[in-house]
Every structure is written in structure tokens, then in C-alpha cells.
């Protein structure tokens, strides 16, 4: 295990829907990340946070709504999403924002139905 | 933003023979290029990682080369065996403020027992 945790696994959720995402850190690491995963896409990256300030949203569309209460939590918020948000959601975390390895969780897999 | 390109997409060799594949890069400032690996239903990994002040790095059968100039990097795995199989994935570091990770579409390699 490399320490970042990510629940839940699965989630099916209806366009109406509101649900979190949740993703936890044991590594010490100052910074952490959601990226989005799809089919024959590359790594999508959707929001960074470095000492719990948000520092990079990546023209992420306003139904996905990030919080990161400290350094070691990070969440993300969903509320009424379409069925192309479908993906692997993996979220990240590095000891700083810069130019280190970045560990990544088992990510949660979403279908929008 | 940074624009990583990665070739080819999918990549099958005999067991034993070598795999090499190849990512550009478009921000001439970019000075991190990870290597992931992701195992089916399972996380990316890294696996080696190259700064832009040397030219080449190796760790046993994977090794990656940086051509500064051409803004191009590649992984070289020798020896392969049928663990090897997975998607790869190269990332450069993006140079504008936090230095985040674009990621490539990734190559699916199979080794052929």
C-alpha cells in the first residue's frame, strides 16, 4: 500500500444525485490531487492543493466541488453530474508541488447513470 | 499548459525481447518526466523518473533517455518479462506556478509469454 487511501471503490450514482468522494494521506505529504481517468484519454488533472490552499483548477466544470479540510484529507464533492463524468477518479498526493513522486490512491470508480 | 504526446498506444513483444516507448513534451521548460506503470485495476506506480540536468537514467531492465533539444523522453525495458504487462504512462512537469504532472495517453504493453 502507498499510503493514500481512497473510498469508496465503486459508486453508481443518478444524475440527480449528491455524493463525496474521499481520499486520505498517511505519507506526511503537503500536497494532493484529483485526477480524472477515461477511456483512451491521458490523465486528466482536476484540482491541486498545497497546505490545504487550493493552488490549480483545471477548468473543472462548477458540479465538482473540492474541499480539503487538512493537509492529509482531501474530498470531492459531486452534485448532478452527466453520464460523461463517468470515469476513475485518483486522487494523489506529493511531498511538495513540485518535481516529486506523486502516490496515487486506488481511485473510486464512477458510473453516472 | 504543458502537451505530452505518447507513442504508440498499445505495444505487444515476445518475452525477452525489449519494449521502447516514446513521449514529447511542448514546454521547453519542463524539468521533471515521470514514468508511471498501472497494472489493470490498479493504481499507476512510479516507476523511474528523470530530471532534465542528465541525459539518461537505469535501474536494471528499465531505463529512460531525455533529449533536451528535441523535447522528447522514451523507456526502454530490456529483458521483458510477462509481469511487465500494463499501461504506461510518461508525465512532464508543467513549469507555470505549481509545477503539476501532465500525464500521456499511455501505452498498453503486452508481453507474450
Known amino acids: 500500500e502507498t499510503g493514500v487511501t481512497q473510498t469508496p471503490r465503486h459508486l453508481v450514482m443518478g444524475m440527480t444525485n449528491k455524493k463525496s468522494l474521499k481520499c486520505e494521506q498517511h505519507?506526511?505529504?503537503?500536497?494532493m490531487y484529483w485526477y480524472k481517468q477515461s477511456a483512451k484519454k491521458p490523465l486528466e488533472l482536476m484540482f491541486v492543493y498545497n497546505f490545504k490552499e487550493q493552488t490549480e483548477n483545471n477548468s473543472v466544470p462548477s458540479r465538482f466541488s473540492p474541499e480539503c479540510p487538512n493537509s492529509s484529507h482531501l474530498f470531492l464533492h459531486l452534485h448532478t453530474l452527466q453520464p460523461e463524468d463517468s470515469a476513475l477518479y485518483l486522487c494523489a498526493s506529493s511531498q511538495e508541488t513540485w518535481a516529486t513522486e506523486a502516490f496515487f490512491g486506488q481511485g473510486t470508480r464512477l458510473t453516472v447513470v | 499548459g504543458e502537451n505530452v504526446e505518447q507513442h504508440p498506444s498499445t505495444l505487444s513483444v515476445q518475452e525477452g525481447d525489449s519494449a521502447v516507448i516514446k513521449c514529447t513534451y511542448s514546454d521547453s521548460a519542463s524539468n521533471y518526466f515521470p514514468w508511471y506503470k498501472q497494472e489493470l485495476g490498479k493504481r499507476p506506480q512510479l516507476i523511474i523518473d528523470?530530471?532534465?540536468?542528465?541525459g539518461e537514467k537505469k535501474d536494471q531492465r528499465i531505463a529512460v533517455t531525455l533529449n533536451k533539444t528535441a523535447k522528447h523522453f522514451s523507456l526502454h525495458i530490456t529483458e521483458t518479462q510477462p509481469e511487465d504487462s500494463a499501461v504506461y504512462f510518461c508525465a512532464a512537469s508543467d513549469q507555470t506556478g505549481a509545477n503539476n504532472l501532465f500525464f500521456g495517453t499511455g501505452t498498453r504493453l503486452t508481453v507474450i509469454p
Open positions: 505519507l506526511g505529504h503537503n500536497a
Open positions: 528523470i530530471r532534465s540536468n542528465v
